[in-house]
């Protein structure tokens, strides 16, 4: 069964950072793609980072490039948002998703999410 | 960035009857003969769930009673026949390119 659980949520002021983790199971982690989901408080959904199987391309939207990064240790089934310079329109619920055999980005599989809010 | 707008907002249907969901982008979402727009399910509580993706195809363990249709900037997600379980809220979403966008989501309450 395939099973993501994401960790690392947290409150945090504006301009700090924080690190995500995603712990993946039940398939074989290192041939698929990932992604980060957030979802706002006004359950608006927008996708946050993707990082390729092997974790050589990565690809963020302009609302959070230059700010967070995506990565993978594919020895450890584990994926990561790391975000720094924190704003409060980060405040969101965090999910990890994984993209189909293909690398398409669409999301069959995703965590829980874990709750990341940005509040002086 | 391609913007997806569904309507309605919300809408409240019979126990068995249809339940239509629209979802219109603000550019084709096509290519190569595909068109990449994905629905998904959501409940209180829970994350999305992967119904229909590429347009059309039915999602591995989703019932029959969802299907989708559409191309280039205009697709629908119909419900037929509504189940109690379906009440929750369904978003689109492009994976035709960068960035990945959603629509704004839509309530479905059923009668």
């Known amino acids: 069964e395939v099973q993501l659980v994401e960790s690392g949520g947290d409150l945090v002021k504006p301009g700090g950072s924080l690190k995500l983790s995603c712990a993946a199971s039940?398939?074989?982690?290192?041939?698929?793609?990932m992604s980060w989901v957030r979802q706002t408080p006004d359950k608006r959904l927008e996708w946050v980072a993707t990082?390729?199987?092997?974790?050589?391309?990565?690809y963020y939207p302009d609302s959070v490039k230059g700010r967070f990064t995506i990565s993978r240790d594919n020895a450890k089934n584990t994926l990561y948002l790391q975000m720094s310079s924190l704003k409060s329109e980060d405040t969101a619920m965090y999910y990890c998703?994984?993209?189909?055999?293909?690398?398409?980005?669409?999301?069959?599989?995703w965590g829980q999410g874990t709750l990341v809010t940005v509040s002086a | 960035d391609i913007v997806l707008t569904q309507s309605p907002a919300s809408l409240a249907v019979s126990l068995g009857q249809r339940a239509t969901i629209s979802c219109k982008a603000s550019q084709s979402v096509d290519y190569d003969g595909d068109s990449y727009m994905n629905w998904y399910q959501q409940k209180p509580g829970q994350p999305p769930k992967l119904l229909i993706y590429a347009a059309s195809n039915l999602e591995s363990g989703i019932p029959a009673r969802f299907s989708g249709s559409g191309s280039g900037t205009d697709f629908t997600l119909n419900i037929h026949p509504v189940e109690e379980e379906d009440a929750a809220t369904y978003y689109c979403?492009?994976?035709?390119?960068?960035?990945?966008?959603f629509g704004g989501g839509t309530k479905l309450e059923i009668k």
């Open positions: 979403q492009q994976s035709n390119e960068d960035p990945y966008t």
């Open positions: 998703a994984r993209h189909d055999e293909y690398g398409n980005h669409w999301f069959a599989y």
């Open positions: 039940g398939f074989t982690f290192s041939s698929y793609g």
């Open positions: 990082i390729s199987s092997g974790g050589s391309y990565t």
